[in-house]
């Protein structure tokens, strides 16, 4: 029978998770360990708990490509903003986000006005948008700071961070056990609350009531991965209904369903930056 250090063993051997943050393997894999009693099924929960948080998203040979667009704008032969642009099309999230880019920066920031600092949690490839961002907000940004599971992400975004003098940093971070410190102007949890609640009941609401924050930027997707709509937006904004009364310190500023996303806005009483 197999161990809970050998089962963190066996799933960073595969390919397809071995890049991922340790401490999310083991805590996943303590958690399925009590579940069930063949090693078989535990490794198999453990498995599909990660392919739905991460495995899913990712577009077959990512990694190579992310690599050669990093070498392209290295070398000078792609723009800034066509790389930004080819980057977030390698990941299903900010894919489908890419047509209403501009709307979407063009809703919050006309809610929020320019800020200072972002948090962006759970982040993906949207870090890549910053460069695509409005001109006075990308003026008035003095730090942003990006958490993802992905450790291969997290440095391929401190290489283009560097590389372009961006303001900005990645760690990585497992958002079920840890909260990002720190005051900020902003924290973007761009569908990141289903992930969070099919692990952690209950912790999408003390993640926002913890986060030191004066926005908080919260979507959900309103249509499949295949591009089918199931009542998905009644059935969220249902959902953050629900979540939103255990969380007494925020309200909604705004909200609006942009492209496949429900965008909503919310603003946190007393917070300044």
């Known amino acids: ?18 890049g991922l943050y340790p401490p999310l393997i083991r805590r996943i894999c303590a958690e399925e360990h009590a579940k069930y009693k063949r090693d078989r099924e535990r490794l198999k929960a453990a498995k599909n708990r990660l392919h739905m948080s991460y495995g899913e998203f990712t577009r077959e040979g990512g990694a190579d490509r992310r690599r050669e667009l990093l070498d392209a704008l290295r070398d000078g032969r792609l723009p800034l903003r066509d790389f930004s642009a080819q980057a977030m099309e390698l990941h299903a999230s900010t894919r489908e986000r890419m047509g209403q880019l501009r709307e979407f920066y063009a809703f919050i920031f006309g809610v929020t006005g320019s800020v200072s ?9 949207h870090p890549f948008s910053i460069p695509l961002m409005p001109p006075d907000v990308q003026d008035s940004l003095k730090s942003y700071r990006a958490y993802d599971i992905d450790l291969g992400l997290v440095d391929l975004l401190n ?115």
């Open 1 to 18: 029978m197999m161990d809970i250090d050998q089962m963190c063993a066996e799933i960073s051997a595969s390919p397809k998770y071995a």
């Open 117 to 125: 600092s972002i948090l962006d949690i759970g982040c993906g490839f």
């Open 159 to 273: 290489v283009f961070f560097d590389m372009t003098g961006l303001p900005a940093s990645a760690k990585p971070l497992d958002i079920i056990t840890e909260t990002p410190p720190g005051l900020t102007d902003m924290a973007l949890l761009l569908k990141l609350l289903p992930v969070i609640e099919s692990q952690a009941k209950g912790r999408g609401a003390e993640l926002i009531n913890a986060l030191d924050t004066r926005f908080i930027i919260v979507t959900y997707p309103v249509r499949t991965l295949s591009g089918r709509q199931k009542g998905m937006e009644r059935h969220y904004m249902s959902e953050f209904e629900r979540l939103m009364e255990k969380v007494p310190g925020a309200d909604i500023a705004d909200k609006r369903v942009i492209g496949g996303e429900l965008v909503i806005v919310l603003k946190k009483a007393g917070r300044k930056v």
